[in-house]
């Protein structure tokens, strides 16, 4: 169990830097990355929002814009209680060459890309090879789970997520949540492009998914004894930073797949690698064309940015602000008739701890909202 946490925690370390800087030939060579700003949630050209008391969660049946902090307090589902049942958590490992999809890529350490000179859009990368990887898949069973039947899932990024299983354990006993397995994968390593986990989570497209559903799950299933639902409303996608932004686009591209997603620091920005010229802007393509000029699919998303989110001054193509990217998020899903809840965090950096440890039962509580087994 400590592997399992230490695990966690560093590749926690690698998502909060989920994002490129100018090309530098090593890591010492590389400036201090200056600190994010302070956003204030009130700065014209954001959604209007809605200022909560310090330390309230929006409503779980509401949908809209949401302020909240600047204190996180731990919500008391996210505390192991006594009487509550609690699921079994198991892990198994997948090597990428039984991969048939994700094979492995690596770039050189302590080397990264520069702009494109003809297209500051566009990212050089060309220190990345192929390379093999391992990945834990962690498994989260309830206690109330009865075998053989189809049960609703969640699929995580970034994997474990032992705050998504105690959250689990508290929402189900409570009749708050459906009685579902969550799926916690770790990514295949690296951070950004020309990394794996840069390939996974950053291609607008629906190769992860489609992973996840060829050769992620039929393992669950065999390792674990468990049935899981094919109905989309049943199946749920999450994660944080370009877990988050992947987490979206795996229903996007599969909405016959999922149709719940939830988002701490979605990386809504311009990180793809390689260029894709049907998006070229990566998932910044989210809210500048794609959700506009799309019909509106079955997508319940909830989300969350911190005021202190990350902001790539490396970048010249002004569409690295997390902060700038979700704004435009809510305010293209308002348009266009989505359920959604967006909260606006004071006093928290990119895929804050404490702010996931305030939020995440809500927010699990608002994703769920409306499902009924079939």
């Not at 008391?76 to 999809?101: A, L, N, R």
């Not at 969640?154 to 969550?182: C, K, N, Q």
Request: aromatic share 10%; with cysteine.
């Amino acid at each position: 169990m400590t592997r399992l946490f230490c695990f966690a925690f560093l590749i926690g370390l690698m998502a909060g830097s989920d994002f490129a800087v100018a090309q530098a030939p090593t890591a010492a060579a590389r400036p201090p990355r200056p600190k994010a700003p302070t956003r204030d949630p009130h700065t014209p050209g954001y959604v209007t929002a809605k200022e909560l008391p310090d330390g309230v969660n929006p409503s779980a049946t509401e949908d809209g814009n949401f302020i909240l902090g600047p204190t996180h307090n731990p919500a008391p589902e996210m505390t192991v209680k006594e009487g509550v049942p609690q699921g079994t958590v198991s892990t198994f490992v997948m090597e990428s060459k039984d991969s048939k999809i994700y094979p492995g890529i690596a770039r050189e350490p302590g080397t990264h890309g520069t702009p494109d000179p003809n297209d500051p859009a566009k990212l050089i990368v060309t220190t990345s090879h192929p390379a093999p990887y391992s990945r834990r898949v962690t498994v989260y069973v309830p206690k109330q789970y009865v075998p053989g039947t189809a049960a609703p899932f969640i699929v995580g990024a970034d994997g474990p997520d032992p705050m998504l299983f105690t959250a689990l354990d508290s929402l189900i006993a409570e009749h708050r949540v459906p009685v579902m397995i969550a799926i916690s994968i770790s990514n295949g390593s690296g951070d950004a492009q020309g990394s794996e986990r840069g390939l996974e989570y950053d291609t607008m497209s629906g190769l992860y998914a489609e992973f996840v559903e060829k050769e992620v799950l039929p393992l669950v299933e065999k390792q674990y004894n468990v049935k899981l639902t094919k109905d989309p409303e049943g199946r749920a996608t999450m994660g944080g930073s370009s877990g988050g932004s992947c987490a979206l686009i795996m229903a996007w591209y599969h909405p016959e797949w999922y149709h719940r997603v939830l988002t701490y620091s979605g990386t809504y920005v311009n990180q793809q690698w390689p260029s894709n010229p049907e998006t070229p802007h990566g998932a910044w393509e989210f809210h500048e064309h794609l959700i506009p000029n799309s019909p509106v699919k079955p997508i319940r998303l909830w989300m969350e940015v911190g005021d202190r989110d990350n902001l790539s001054r490396n970048m010249q193509d002004n569409m690295h602000d997390w902060v700038l990217a979700n704004e435009n998020m809510a305010k293209v899903l308002a348009a266009k008739g989505y359920h959604y809840q967006f909260v606006f965090a004071r006093n928290a950096g990119h895929t804050d701890r404490t702010v996931k440890q305030q939020t995440l039962p809500e927010a699990l509580e608002y994703v769920w909202q409306g499902y009924r087994s079939r």
